[in-house]
């Protein structure tokens, strides 16, 4: 990583429904290493303050930025209030979005993503657009605090990205940095896992947890990111010299918060019909987002068994005699909710609340179940919570009840835990010793080589200047389970221009969940390497250094005069 003696730290979480900043100087983690701020966010309506503001995004049809978070979404309502609305494009929950495309491979530098009204803009623009609002809102409370501002060279930023993204995503999360006005060259991306590990590791106020001997070397553990949208699940070793490795992960669990406002809009859609609920959408959008805006709240502190009120708008009501005949509390009395909805006037008073996690908590416990099956896993009693969705008590309770044996540690404020961790990570000198990650697939790039008729497939075979070549080779840079140290460099090559006129080389990286693929088409394709060959050069050996750990990265110098030479990873150009 870079920047460890920059004078200050700002650390950017964008979550799949909030995000939020924090931000440290020098002087500040010298005394406590997790010692950052963070700004208070405001709903106007909701009237509650938040260390994090929604994910959303407002635009105008010029696709400038109008607001973003809380505000933008009190301006969207006021925009539908007056019927204005079709002029902007909103975007609540933009990062959900990419789920989908990262998870299936396809993301690309022109990835399109949807508006609440079906609208496309590329991914990037929306991206650009949050990332450079927090840029400048923290900026703005940076002269707030310090009473002066600190120039741009003496800021280390750090962007936090899940640990189940790939490496195409992360340089789309890089770009948008950079088009939003953060130098790349200052920027550092830290995995949510890693962060929220550092935070526990130095959380002072966790005694319990040294107690029990979370971080005790030999000691293992389950760690938990609860977001809005999805659930990441890594199991966590500690290492005789104190360093913490990864030992297995689970991330296909959609899991998040979102899970709960899906089964609330579930049980009205059973109460009052889905064509009502798509009617009451989009001829009352100001009311249907208020509606679930106050249920966000709710969702956010509501204990078991606690009876919890929604105030129901009264053109709810409205709609269901147009559309229905009926009114809504004769609806909820002609169905399996009477006896748990109670609506008085334009207010609901919902008992046994918790039947909305449902659904949520029994797939967090399933993906915790599974990584329980692993004989590697069999000796841990030791669940670590973060997130936002973490701050839930009925999902703190279910875990406990679901695994009794084990203890489960959530901090005071779970939800920031990852943006405490990841300033604490831009600090990195004060952080660990000799960190390293475990390799979770084999990298290699293609090559030719001299067929072998006993080893090479004979449709491999490619005769060049009359010599016989097996084509699309594997040849590999880092294994499956090998570690990879901080500060090394993972594999190193050489290599020759054919011409002289040659001004550039390119090869492609693939990687395989394989130890040892003979061949590329055994593999996937991950992104192409870039490397600029200078001229004027008897010798134009190039020596290309390639890093595999947080990000994929490249340096490479001419072996003649050890200049350094420009070279870069690109994964978006590639479609496949």
């Not at 495309?101 to 991914?123: E, F």
């Not at 998040?256 to 049980?267: Q, R």
């Not at 207010?347 to 599974?370: N, P, V, Y």
């Amino acid at each position: 990583m870079t920047l460890s003696n920059a004078l200050l730290v700002a650390a950017i979480d964008l979550g799949s429904t909030f995000s939020g900043y924090a931000f440290a100087t020098r002087n500040d983690v010298e005394k406590d290493l997790l010692k950052s701020r963070v700004p208070n966010w405001c709903s106007p309506e909701e009237s509650f303050i938040s260390h994090k503001t929604p994910s959303t995004v407002l635009l105008d049809k010029d696709v400038q930025l109008v607001a973003f978070g809380f505000e933008a979404e009190s301006k969207y309502k006021y925009l539908l209030e007056n019927e204005e609305g079709e002029n902007y494009f909103y975007f609540p929950h933009f990062k959900m979005m990419l789920n989908d495309q990262v998870k299936t491979k396809r993301l690309t530098r022109n990835t399109m993503i949807s508006d609440i009204r079906g609208r496309k803009l590329p991914a990037k623009t929306v991206f650009t657009c949050a990332i450079r609002y927090l840029k400048d809102h923290l900026l703005d409370e940076l002269k707030k605090t310090y009473h002066g501002s600190f120039e741009s060279s003496e800021i280390n930023w750090v962007l936090t990205f899940p640990a189940s993204w790939d490496d195409k995503a992360k340089e789309l999360f890089r770009d948008a940095a950079e088009k939003g006005g953060i130098s790349s060259k200052q920027l550092d991306i830290a995995l949510e896992a890693e962060a929220a590990t550092i935070y526990f590791r130095h959380f002072k106020a966790l005694e319990d947890t040294n107690k029990i001997g979370v971080f005790k070397p030999g000691s293992k553990c389950l760690f938990i990111d609860a977001g809005g949208g999805t659930v990441d699940i890594t199991a966590l070793e500690v290492k005789k010299n104190g360093d913490i490795i990864e030992m297995d992960r689970l991330t296909d669990g959609e899991w998040g918060g979102i899970c709960v406002d899906t089964a609330f809009k579930s049980v009205l859609v059973e109460i009052a019909t889905k064509e009502m609920i798509e009617n009451y959408s989009r001829k009352y959008p100001y009311d249907y987002l208020s509606l679930f805006e106050n249920f966000e709240n709710k969702k956010r502190n509501c204990r078991k068994g606690q009876v919890c009120t929604l105030r129901i708008p009264l053109s709810f009501n409205e709609e269901c005699l147009e559309t229905l005949g009926t009114d809504v509390n004769t609806l909820i009395n002609n169905s399996k909710y009477k006896d748990t909805f109670i609506l008085r006037r334009n207010h609901m008073s919902i008992k046994s609340f918790e039947t909305f996690f449902q659904s949520a908590c029994d797939g967090i416990i399933k993906l915790l179940k599974k990584l329980f099956q692993s004989p590697k896993l069999i000796d841990v009693n030791t669940i670590l919570m973060v997130g936002g969705f973490s701050e839930s008590c009925i999902l703190q309770d279910a875990i406990r009840d679901a695994f009794p044996t084990c203890q489960v540690v959530v901090p005071e404020e779970p939800g920031l835990a990852i943006l405490r961790g990841a300033v604490a990570l831009g600090f990195h000198s004060w952080t660990h010793s000799e960190p390293y990650r475990i390799s979770r697939y084999t990298y290699g790039v293609d090559m030719d080589a001299r067929f072998d008729p006993a080893v090479h497939e004979e449709s491999k075979k490619e005769v060049i200047d009359g010599v016989e070549y097996c084509t699309g080779l594997f040849d590999k840079l880092v294994g499956k389970g090998e570690k990879l140290f901080d500060g090394e460099h993972s594999a190193i090559k050489y290599y020759i221009p054919i011409t002289p006129q040659q001004t550039f080389v390119s090869f492609n990286i693939f990687y395989s969940d394989e130890s040892d693929p003979l061949y590329t088409d055994q593999c996937t394709r991950l992104g192409k390497v870039m490397i600029h060959i200078p001229g004027g050069l008897k010798n134009r050996t190039l020596c290309v250094m390639m890093s595999f750990k947080t990000e994929l990265t490249v340096e490479a110098v001419v072996l003649e005069t050890g200049e350094s030479v420009a070279c870069r990873f690109d994964f978006l150009g590639i479609d496949s």
